[in-house]
């Protein structure tokens, strides 16, 4: 396990607003099927895939979600050299 980040696709909140449709007059609250409404994902190697997008939209949890990134990817490259002994 390399911890968890807050989610940012619904920045923490579980739920996430959207658009109810196209002319943006109502908004919907629907479940963050990210996160599973938990507010918080784990960092596997699919977010990290994903950070592709995180790193287009700016949210307050940047700092805590590179930090724990960066850990992760060192941890990633400490097993695989391992391996390779
Ligand atoms: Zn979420």
Redesign the pocket.
Known sequence: MFGKVI?Y??NGN?YRSIWKDTSETEKVTID?K??SNQ?EIDITEDVIKDLEFFKKTPVSQHDVLADNVKKFLAEKKDSEDKKND
Do not use: Q
């Open positions: 989610c696709k619904c579980g963050c990210y996160c507010g």
